[in-house]
């Protein structure tokens, strides 16, 4: 059974820079992609990023591009999603998921798509 679990989500200040990490039992990352979504308060989840070790490819989306990155461990079989410059606009929960399906990008595998789901990590970036 594939399983993801992940972790440090918390309180972040706008310009600082936060780390979640999301561990993955049942696969290994050259096996799947692995996408983060994330759900802020009244609005529809999104795609944040995604991560596929075996085509080599890392995707953002445009709210996150350039902020963000996203990163795979193959000891620990963890994926990151590094933050960096946090703003208010990036509150919400956040959860990895797997297999992303092709192309990588978008928010309609974290909607639709996927079968496999942590159970989300809070972030909050107060204004």
């Known amino acids: 059974q594939l399983q993801l679990v992940e972790a440090g989500g918390g309180l972040v200040q706008p310009g600082g820079s936060l780390r979640l990490s999301c561990a993955a039992s049942?696969?290994?990352?050259?096996?799947?992609?692995i996408g983060w979504c994330r759900q802020a308060p009244g609005k529809e989840r999104e795609g944040v990023s995604c991560?596929?070790?075996?085509?080599?490819?890392?995707t953002y989306s445009d709210s996150v591009k350039g902020r963000f990155t996203s990163s795979g461990e193959d000891a620990k079989n963890t994926v990151y999603l590094q933050m960096n410059d946090p703003t208010p606009a990036d509150t919400g929960v956040c959860a990895c998921?797997?297999?992303?399906?092709?192309?990588?990008?978008?928010?309609?595998?974290?909607?639709?798509?996927?079968?496999?789901w942590g159970r989300g990590t809070l972030v909050i970036v107060p204004s």
């Open positions: 049942g696969f290994t990352l050259d096996s799947y992609a």
């Open positions: 991560f596929s070790e075996r085509h080599g490819t890392t």
């Open positions: 998921a797997a297999p992303w399906p092709r192309p990588y990008y978008g928010s309609y595998p974290c909607r639709y798509g996927m079968d496999d």
